[in-house]
């Protein structure tokens, strides 16, 4: 059972830069697929960048980030980062790291993929950002 835990969120102002950092731990391979998503109130859990751990894709971005996040991983250290820059108020929300087996059919099908599809997720990191 693969672990989950985020960390690096906080308050930022617009235009500025924040990394967030997703530690996985238990039983971690490189056949996995790792994403953020966030969410805010009252709205889905929504797929904005995702990793293939076996290398065998290019990530994925969703539109509203494309340019802007970066996702990378650190295969020694099981950990994923997601790299925001330009961060803008609308980028507010709680940000999730979930892994799923597989390569990320987001990349392929170029849109979001459902959170459903996701197995493991961690608890969350907010993330603000004051206009």
């Known amino acids: 059972q693969v672990r989950l835990a985020e960390s690096g969120g906080g308050s930022v102002q617009a235009g500025g830069s924040q990394r967030l950092s997703c530690a996985a731990s238990?039983?971690?391979?490189?056949?996995?697929?790792m994403g953020w998503f966030r969410q805010t109130p009252g709205k889905d859990r929504e797929e904005v960048a995702a990793?293939?751990?076996?290398?065998?894709?290019?990530?994925y971005y969703a539109d509203s980030v494309k340019g802007r996040f970066t996702i990378s991983q650190d295969n020694a250290k099981n950990i994923v980062y997601l790299q925001m820059n330009s961060l803008k108020p609308e980028d507010t929300a709680m940000y999730y790291c979930?892994?799923?087996?597989?390569?990320?059919?987001?990349?392929?099908?170029?849109?979001?993929?459902?959170?459903?599809?996701?197995?493991?997720w961690g608890q969350g990191t907010q993330v603000t950002v004051s206009s």
């Open positions: 238990g039983a971690t391979d490189d056949n996995v697929c």
């Open positions: 979930a892994a799923r087996i597989g390569t990320c059919p987001s990349y392929y099908y170029l849109r979001p993929l459902s959170a459903a599809t996701y197995t493991n």
């Open positions: 990793i293939y751990t076996g290398g065998a894709h290019n990530p």
